[in-house]
């Protein structure tokens, strides 16, 4: 398995409206699009960063993962995402290496990219993504 790079950290946040000064005014950045993702109940808005981006997630329902997660937990980093080159090879790998997944298949998140996510037990806690865009 080949991971190229950090491709994005994925921030929980109440609103991205209410936060969006702070990373475009005050940090500089710009935002470059935002996203609805139906299934995953996701609002999300996407900051590059040099070689990577920050990736705000807001909730469009009060059942869905990223509302759950704040309850628990608050705002905060939810989850970092690798870029690979081959997720399937990728999710083989760690598969056959015994390491619990979330998705056993990829799907498809913001932009288009082949996603599939880690579950945190197998990770120390951290909720890792693997990303493949073409
Ligand atoms: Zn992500």
């Known amino acids: 398995m080949k991971l190229i790079k950090i491709d994005h950290l994925g921030v929980a946040v109440n609103s991205i409206e209410g936060v969006k000064n702070f990373w475009t005014d005050i940090l500089g950045l710009k935002l470059v699009g935002c996203e609805t993702v139906a299934e995953q109940k996701v609002c999300t808005g996407f900051f590059p960063v040099g070689e ?22 608050g705002e905060g980093i939810q ?56």
């Open 52 to 73: 990577s981006e920050i990736e705000l997630l807001e909730s469009t329902a009060p059942d869905g993962p990223i509302a759950k997660y704040i309850e628990k937990k």
């Open 79 to 134: 989850h970092v995402a690798f870029r690979v080159e081959n997720i399937e090879e990728a999710l083989a790998e760690l598969k056959q290496k015994g390491v619990r997944l979330i998705d056993e298949k990829p799907r498809i998140g913001a932009g288009g990219a082949k996603i599939a996510f880690l579950h945190p037990k197998a990770t120390s806690g951290v909720l890792v993504e693997l990303c493949e865009r073409s």
